[in-house]
């Protein structure tokens, strides 16, 4: 069946240093991917997403690349900021009404 | 209403005791979907309604669950008899359409712990 596995946290990082969170998965067909992000105390808010094969999804700086070939997801960001620690899910989208299955989650905490 | 909502935010119920937790969808939003959210984990479906049909239980862990949308809008999930096992985060999202182009919008989720 299909399955999203991401990296174990916590990440730990220095304010302004460079962020990769791997993300793989297992599916059938051709789903759509996406990162979620939840800020504490918050509920989970879409951060980018990608619906086909060498998309590439951005927000706030986050970026990942739909890789077909490596069937990865891999969130990255150029330089990271306090307001960025949060818990982030990879999460794949099937069927004909997006049933999303999710990683376990990667915990990021960013210091000054 | 501006977002998901969710009630209570919190629940702490006996073993055994039966629960219902709410669910108000953003209005006209036609899907809505229950995910359950064991800590330290990632949410894991549980069930989809479209407008007030139920396409999708699979995700139930037993027939201790139970959910309903009977006017399309509100859902309600209830738990019978609940087992420690069910405590988790309960969340809540929807989204306007079925399409994989829609926004999906989660609530903030109902913690429910079983004693």
């Known amino acids: 069946g299909n399955s999203v596995t991401q990296m174990e946290g916590p990440v730990t990082l220095s304010e302004e240093a460079f962020l990769t969170i791997n993300c793989t998965y297992t599916a059938t067909g051709y789903p759509s991917l996406f990162w979620y992000v939840q800020y504490p105390g918050e509920g989970l808010q879409l951060l980018l997403k990608a619906t086909k094969a060498d998309d590439k999804g951005s927000n706030k700086g986050f970026e990942a690349t739909y890789r077909k070939e490596t069937t990865s997801f891999h969130l990255e960001k150029g330089s990271v900021q306090v307001s960025d620690s949060a818990v982030y899910f990879c999460?794949?989208?099937?069927?004909?009404?997006?049933?999303?299955?999710f990683g376990a989650g990667t915990r990021l905490a960013v210091h000054p | 209403g501006a977002g998901v909502s969710q009630s209570p935010r919190y629940k702490v119920a006996k073993r055994g005791q039966d629960v219902a937790l709410r669910c108000d969808p953003i209005?006209?939003?036609?899907?809505l979907f229950w995910y359950q959210q064991a800590l330290g984990q990632g949410p894991e479906f549980l069930t989809y309604?479209?407008?007030?049909?139920?396409?999708?239980k699979s995700g139930l862990p037993s027939d201790r669950f139970f959910a309903e949308r009977p006017e399309g809008s509100v859902s309600t999930l209830k738990i019978q008899r609940t087992q420690q096992e069910d405590s988790a985060v309960y969340l809540c999202?929807?989204?306007?359409?079925?399409?994989?182009?829609?926004?999906?919008?989660f609530g903030s989720g109902t913690q429910l712990s079983v004693l």
């Open positions: 209005s006209g939003h036609v899907s």
């Open positions: 999202a929807s989204s306007l359409s079925p399409l994989s182009r829609e926004k999906l919008f």
């Open positions: 309604f479209q407008n007030e049909a139920q396409l999708d």
């Open positions: 999460a794949l989208g099937s069927g004909g009404y997006n049933k999303l299955i």
